[in-house]
């Protein structure tokens, strides 16, 4: 019986081991030209309240949780509730203020552009 | 060696603690190291399905992210289900690619439904990337209660 108690003891003295979710890298389509950086996301099941995008010292973390509604008894599941978690790095030349970001259909579109003066310049040439 | 249950749950415990920091390190370096749920079906672009029955109706819920509705089929004939899709992929005119992790890509699968469902009155639903069908239970196949005289 002592090892019982040992057992419950140990599981409770783990808290980071027990609810966690899986965590799984969403897949991402990437765009540039020279005026932004589009960034577009499958999330399929996320409510944007559930996402989480962060931008901060060149890192843009994405995450969010994904909380199915469950009807009846499963017959089969491949997917459940899980947790997307990706870490990219973003040029500092990113106008983070103006960084858009909208949900549909389960992709994540952001859209992130780029400070005025980082923008590729044409040079024209004085002629006499 | 051991001497009691509780040292070699304590170094299982630091075993899975381990292998869930490694999974986080490797999810950063861009690959999942898991076998967990999420990853199966994801390579040969079939979306990925849940089944549940509700006593007098099935439910399938299917994963197709940033796919429109007209670009679905759905065929329901007795207890056979087939989904077939095709996810289009424009490139943003004007745009250079990175990456593209999720190609454009042409699906059927079909399923086998317990039991055969009532064909007329299947309703189906896209919201946020998932798809949802209600497949109500053929008469015949529904549970049914008995009442004892």
Known sequence: MSDRAELTRVEESMPERTQQLPTITPVVDIFENDDEILLHADMPGLKKEAISINIDNGRLVLSGTRTLEKSGAVSWEEFGDVEYRRVFSVPQTIYVAKVNAELNNGVLKLQMPKFEKAKPRQIEIKAE | ?????????????????????????????????????????????????????????????????????????????????????????????GYKVHRTESPASTFTRSFTIPSDVDVEKVQASLRDGLLTLTLPKAEAAKPKQIDIR
């Open chain 2, 1 to 93: 060696m051991w001497t009691s249950t509780g040292d070699i749950n304590r170094m299982f415990g630091a075993m899975d603690l381990l292998r869930s920091r490694m999974n986080r390190v490797l999810t950063d370096f861009d690959r999942s190291y898991s076998d967990d749920v999420g990853w199966r079906l994801a390579a040969d672009g079939a979306p990925r399905t849940n089944l549940y029955d509700s006593g007098d109706h099935f439910v399938v819920v299917a994963e197709v992210p940033g796919m429109a509705k007209d670009e679905i089929d759905i065929k329901v004939q007795g207890n056979y289900l087939e989904l077939s899709g095709t996810r289009n992929k424009e490139i943003p005119e």
